[in-house]
């Protein structure tokens, strides 16, 4: 069969991915001819790019000529110093707005000011979101870094311009020569050499006298530099010779910038409040992966109707820190594409009161309070020719609660309301109105500020140089901080209960949306209370997860729930996310059930159970993942009524929620299957008549080194887990699998001992760009330990003549890790590891080198001593504060960040509450306030 395009299907096909059929429309050839030729024409070079790319798209060519007519306008970036209000397209710019369209109505004067930087002038530079990333989303992956210092061109003879930006790229960008490293006081960033950094490591005029010299030529003094060679690099007659020459230093290049990393910084410093004010560089961020899906009012899971809105292209960049990260993060042609894909369901709530998928069926529970119940808008789904009021209304509800979430300016609301006016008068018959709101809201949807949310503020009077964010951004911003759903997004009107139902029109997150309308949202007590309203607590419904946990499933839930997108933060910091996905041979493996099936492994118990556990399927228990988040809720949100530290707390809990084995049985009790008589209980397991998926669920406790059983219950799903087992988050099997390899041997310490270096103690171990020693594990052998094998791998020189090199950076990671062995890479408790005698004890003991403080730096006999020191851990507790910076301010941290810092430290001393800390966070200037960027 030919295959078909779906951009050319039939109008009255069932299956339109783009809408009405944008080549046949009548309107096509009209638009096109007149807003081709000059759409992408007076542009500034950084529009002409943006607007270029998307002009050479022909495809939906309509849709682009909308776009050009609404976010390609030509409009400056605003909420600058003495930029006006927008006030339409510039000359040369085609305006959209009919001749007869009717004035926009007097708007405060709040709505009316700047663009908020949406125009395309700064989509060349705008930048990111969240993210759970979506599996298989294709996400920028952004520049790569560059390797080689820049060719500076010919120099004088004997100056340093030769070797400074040399040693710069090859030993600070490594990771390794930057200031505050712990392990070396040679700071190699090229500015630091000017101002005398060599000195000691470089006798001038004598290389043989040279330390640095020294370590560069062979392995004699310790390991090879720059760290991972085998052989001393191409460059080093380079460097003899300007060593020879008495080493200048003068340059007349600018020194090359360091690389910056946030864990270089000085950690004492950073908590010293000097009284120096904070603020964040102005930006745009785009629009991230579930913010978009929950904007257009689609759950993040998968749909009975087939919705494709959670596979948008928006995921956040793994490059990224956290999703939360705006820096480069653009639409570029590849995303732009992606996105036509899932355009169409964009505006769904907004062409019809009922919404209905591509074949004209109901989909229930989709209704909303702005749409639905909303007599002002009724007129534009049911009047033959809309009046002027009527548009009005339905434009303004449109751009502020289904694509921009904050009052639209002057040019936006205009030119949008135009569009519709001029495709209103083109339909042939009121019965294509449907056809004519999925056209126009396809169009609104492609506008800037549908992709981008403004955080460039407005200037603060008797502070020159010096934004805040104005209340609409703060809104966007502190919903942000407790939900991926866009402050006013459209409320379904079967959403029962909850802060939002009082107001029900204002949307989701009402509350802040009526604060930020009033302007109170600045207010600390506000703040405050706003937090509290939504920030998470104890309710059977789940209002966090309602919208997207089936109906059967949800109950298995927790009651204890955290906001979504703080729940997010732990997450993204702890790294679990992939607990679910991560393939694992032989779960049980050295656990007490390995070798206990004598039947096919693929249904070995221990198996069946752990994939169950990962999919959610059979059953509707919760997955590994999800009873994590849910053990963390409740340490989160008990440590804050009960005044317990609650970092101390997730580091050392021993109540978690655990999935019930005995949720599929009745109570009836049987001998043989015949005497289960019931059709919904027709299996015999345990005793008891079970549904037909009880046999695979009666094993999903053995990941947590349990037999059962564990009742269908709320409390008798909360366990007080093994003292001598497990303890806090970093011993939960969905943190052990997610930093596991696929095999029972496999580099497990490597990932775990990795983790808690860079995200627990807040320090750098070197990337592997300059690694050329053979990064591989020996051969897996039945008789050796995974321990053994690692060690034989990397650490020890009569197996490996290259471990040397190897421990330059694993003696930062594998004594770490190594406590995790008493763990298998599923995260079940081994009961057994392997030795050329057979079967011997599992070891987790370490002696920890280069700890963050001298309490660390010692020995210890397994994780659960290990991770308890974890939670006495100054330097441990200053990085999780470091983290919760990052993530909700959306940046890394700075110098200048050290009173915020301070006050977060403060506040989480004096109550233990993780929400104390940060109410802190978003009432400083570090969240509110922006430094604008220079204008030329």
Known sequence: MKEVDPRSAPADSAERPFGPDVEAHPRRAAVREQVEPAAFAEKSPEQSTVCGNLGGMRSPALIFAALALIACDGSPPAALDAQPADSGPPDGAVDASPVD???????????????????????????????????????????????????????????????????????????????????????????????????????????DASYLLTRMRSHDAGPLMPLGTLSPIDELPLIEAWVADGAPTRCDLPPTPAPTDPNHLDADALFQCDGAPSATPARLRRVERREWTRAVVKPLSGTWWGSTAKDNPFA???????????????????????????LPEAPALWNNRDPVRGDGAFIPGTRTHVVYRNAEVRCIFTDAAPDGGCIDTYVGLLLEHGVLFRPPTAGEFDRLRGFLVRALADEADPAERRATLQFVGEAAFLMAGALFRSELGAPVDGEPGRHRLTADEMGLALGRVLSSHP???????????????????????????????????????????????????????????????????????????????????????????????????????????????????????????????????????????????????????????QGDDVFERLMTTRLWRLPSDRSDLSDTPCAARADCVDPAYPACVLGRCGTSIASNMVNITRV?????????????????MPPDQRAGVLTHPAWLAAHGGNFQDDANTIYRGHWIRERLFCETI????FVQAEAKLIASDPTVSARERLHRSVEDPAENPQSPICMGCHSLMNSLGYPFEIYNHAGFVRAFDHGPDGQIAPDGSTAISWAPEPALDRAFDDAIEFVEALGQSREARRCFIRQVFRYFAGRDETEADACVLAEMQTALDQTGSFFAMLEVLVQSGAFQDRSPPEVP
Not at 316 to 325: E, N
Not at 539 to 550: L, N, S, V
Not at 611 to 625: F, H
Not at 766 to 769: D, H, K, T, V, Y
Request: charged share 25%; with cysteine.
């Open 101 to 207: 369209a009717s004035p926009t109505d007097a708007r405060p004067a709040d709505a009316q000011r700047a663009d908020a930087g949406l125009a395309d002038a700064a989509l060349a530079d705008a930048a990111p979101a969240d993210a759970d990333p979506a599996d298989g989303a294709v996400t920028d992956s952004g520049p790569l870094p560059d390797l080689e210092p820049p060719d500076a061109g010919p120099t004088p003879s004997g100056d340093g311009c030769d070797v400074l930006p040399l040693l710069a790229a090859r030993c600070a960008n490594g990771g390794c020569h930057l200031p505050n490293n712990r392990r070396t006081s040679l700071v190699l960033t090229h500015e630091a050499m000017l101002d005398g950094s060599l000195d000691g490591y470089v006798v001038p005029f004598d290389p």
């Open 316 to 342: 956040a960049p793994d490059r990224l820190p956290y999703s939360t990260y705006p820096a480069d993060v653009t639409v570029d042609p590849a995303t732009l594409d992606l996105y036509m894909l899932v």
């Open 487 to 641: 402050v006013g997004a459209p409320l379904p009107i079967d959403v029962a209960e909850g802060p939002d139902t009082e107001m029900p029109l204002l949307g989701r997150l009402g509350l802040i949306k009526a604060a930020a309308l009033d302007g109170s949202i600045f207010e600390p007590d506000v703040i405050s209370a706003l937090l509290d309203a939504y920030r998470g607590g104890v309710d059977p419904t789940r209002p966090d997860i309602a919208a997207d946990e089936d109906g059967r499933a949800l109950p298995r839930r927790g009651d204890w729930w955290l906001a979504e997108n703080i729940q997010q933060f732990f997450r993204e910091w702890l790294g679990y996310r992939t607990a679910n996905t991560a393939f694992k041979d032989t779960p049980g493996a050295t656990s007490r059930w390995d070798g206990t099936y004598n039947g096919d492994p693929m249904w070995d118990p221990s198996t069946t159970g752990y994939r169950v556990l990962q999919s959610g399927n059979p059953g509707y228990e919760s997955t590994l993942v999800d009873q994590l988040d849910d053990t963390i809720a409740r340490a989160v949100i008990e440590s804050h009524e």
């Open 704 to 720: 947590y080194g349990l037999d059962g059983p564990v009742p269908h219950t709320e409390d008798g799903r909360w366990v007080e």
């Open 766 to 769: 070197p990337g592997l760009e």
